[in-house]
């Protein structure tokens, strides 16, 4: 070979090599234009991070710091780059895939107006043009590392294909036309979510998922169609234990939480509209019930451990528990009409105690929203399965209860539930004991001892006696971060009774004189036992009736009663006054500061 050749072949070489520098720039100024895909550890995170829609789930880790194939160039400001973000990626790929739908449509329309496609065909051609969306969708998302673009398309490409398929049934003239059956339709709709939900979880996209089980919602609608009580109902099981079977993958609570409502409400579309019997929607609804339960626990066995996570566990317990306990109810009372109101309610407070109890004792974490609503409803129960006084007596024996088990076996939740009880029982009390229950009568001792005197007079008492066994106990208000006794509510609530028991028992010159002595005999507790809240009590009350004296007894009552009240009350006032100078002693000051 001559040195020409040689010379030649050296700068072919040299060519190539910098043809493939060239590239290497290319390529590499290019990917600091886009910013390189998510690493593997920061997947989760970006992922959950990009769930904004409905049934999507929240992220639970760091996203600071992260990279993303979505970022802007890191050297803008944060807030540039968010909005150049949002209006580039998330306004115009919205708007680009609502036209991309649109634009489908209308081609769709010229095939028909030309005579090309029939009905067969549009559903075919939907099908797979909604398939090949989403399958680039998750290309993109996951090869290229576009995630928030690609999950908009493979959302995109979920719907076209979804109701493509649906088309085959949901519209008369294409049913008449296809001939397609109900169960054929709703197999393919199922295979279609089925295999969207697996993907799903496997590319870590919850905003997929939540667009999968929300469609698959639907399609349990559209199974009402087929008029057997079993098709729809069942699918919607189904459905639940699937959120369930993923959230022991995935511990997306924000998709199990957006997935109760729909699921009741399928529930009592179901029940509305085909009747079913009252035993088969028991065992759908306990079924429903029990499912979400254990999806609850699997959430709480996660790793996730974040303030959000509990609080979307949290309210998946209440709203579960409270459509379960509002249907059961209605569906027992005509399974059962002998049966006592309230069954099925206190049925779901009792399996909210096993609930509390078993995800203390197995998870070391108890499901604080089971054990504050398991008092609730079981409150609730007794108020519908008794008479208002033995309502009152159950309500007051369940408070007790409630906060003796919360208070010896340290159970916070239980506590909250038995002072919302209390409030409940005091409610019911002012409207419902005040109204319906008989007013003290000697001409009927036996109304009198289950009317209205006895049941004041019975929540006067315990709520006397708690603010004393409550004694010194405080408790840290949430967010305020201060320490508020236990004692003094009860106890002043006590008080509150008392003067309404008077109120309504009493009137005129004998009101006055009784809300005097009680007064009187407060401020004398007080000042014998040195207990500062009972002398405040006293003085209230002594300002009540003072209040009442001078304004309404001076017009509303006759000369005699008029003279009696003021007499009374000054008398009472003069002694309370002599009480306090007598309790002061030598040192008043420091006497009335301690």
Not at 44 to 64: F, K, L
Not at 230 to 255: D, M, N
Not at 529 to 545: H, K, M, P, T
Request: charged letters at 15%; glycine letters at 12%; proline letters at 4%.
């Amino acid at each position: 070979m001559s040195d020409d050749d040689d010379l030649e072949a050296e700068v072919r070489d040299l060519r190539a090599e910098v043809d493939a520098l060239q590239t290497r720039i290319t390529a590499l100024e290019s990917a600091l234009d886009t910013d390189p895909p998510p690493s593997a550890g920061d997947e989760t995170a970006t992922t959950e991070a990009d769930a904004a829609a409905p049934g999507s789930e929240a992220t639970h880790g760091s996203e600071s710091g992260t990279a993303t194939g979505e970022t802007a160039d890191s050297g803008a400001p944060s807030g540039e780059r968010n909005w150049e973000r949002d209006i580039g990626m998330k306004w115009l790929g919205g708007v680009g895939g609502l036209a991309l739908v649109v634009g489908v449509v209308f081609f769709i329309r010229l095939a028909i107006e030309a005579g090309y496609l029939g009905p067969l065909g549009r559903v075919l051609i939907g099908t797979a043009g909604g398939l090949i969306l989403l399958a680039g969708g998750r290309y993109a998302a996951e090869r290229q590392g576009y995630d928030r673009w690609g999950r908009l398309v493979a959302g995109t490409g979920l719907a076209i294909a979804y109701f493509s398929v649906y088309a085959a049934y949901g519209f008369e003239s294409y049913r008449a036309a296809i001939g397609a059956p109900l169960w054929v339709v709703m197999l393919v709709l199922t295979a279609l979510v089925a295999a969207t939900a697996v993907v799903s979880v496997r590319d870590h996209a919850p905003a997929v998922a939540g667009e999968a089980f929300l469609l698959g919602y639907v399609t349990a609608y559209v199974g009402l169609d087929a008029g057997s009580f079993v098709v729809s109902p069942a699918y919607v099981v189904l459905l639940t234990a699937g959120l369930v079977t993923i959230a022991a993958v995935r511990p997306w609570s924000r998709l199990v939480l957006g997935s109760v409502v729909p699921a009741y409400v399928l529930h009592i579309a179901w029940m509305n509209r085909l009747e079913p019997p009252e035993a088969v929607a028991t065992a759908i609804l306990t079924a429903t019930f029990a499912v979400y339960a254990a999806g609850v626990y699997v959430l709480r066995a996660s790793d996730r451990t974040d303030r959000w996570h509990r609080r979307l566990v949290e309210a998946t317990t209440g709203l579960n528990a409270v459509f379960a306990a509002i249907l059961l109810e209605g569906v027992v009372r005509r399974l059962i009409p002998t049966a006592p109101d309230g069954v099925a309610v206190g049925a779901v407070g009792l399996a909210l105690v096993g609930v509390y109890a078993v995800t203390g004792s197995r998870l070391g974490q108890q499901d604080s929203a089971a054990g504050m609503l398991a008092v609730v409803l079981l409150a609730v129960s007794v108020v519908l399965a008794a008479d208002p006084f033995f309502a009152t007596a159950g309500l007051l024996g369940l408070l007790c209860g409630a906060l003796t088990v919360g208070s010896r076996r340290d159970a916070r939740a239980v506590r909250i539930g038995g002072h919302l009880v209390a409030v409940g029982t005091v409610a019911k009390l002012l409207a419902v004991d005040a109204t319906e229950l008989p007013a003290f009568s000697l001409a009927d001792p036996l109304a009198t001892a289950m009317g209205r005197p006895a049941a004041y007079l019975l929540g006067i008492a315990v709520f006397y006696a708690l603010g004393r066994w409550f004694g010194g106990a405080s408790t840290t208000v949430p967010g305020i971060d201060r320490e508020l006794s236990m004692a003094a509510p009860y106890a002043w609530t006590a008080t509150g009774l008392a003067v309404v028991f008077l109120g309504l028992e009493l009137s005129g010159a004998g009101l006055s004189v009784a809300w005097a002595v009680l007064g009187l005999a407060f401020v004398g507790a007080g000042l014998a036992f040195d207990a500062r809240s009972r002398r405040l009590q006293g003085v209230v009350v002594l300002g009540l009736v003072t209040t009442k004296v001078f304004l309404y007894d001076t017009q509303g009552l006759d000369t005699l009663a008029r003279t009696l009240s003021f007499l009374v009350l000054g008398g009472i006032l003069l002694v309370a006054s002599y009480a306090y100078a007598r309790w002061q002693g030598e040192e008043p000051l420091k006497r009335l500061s301690g």
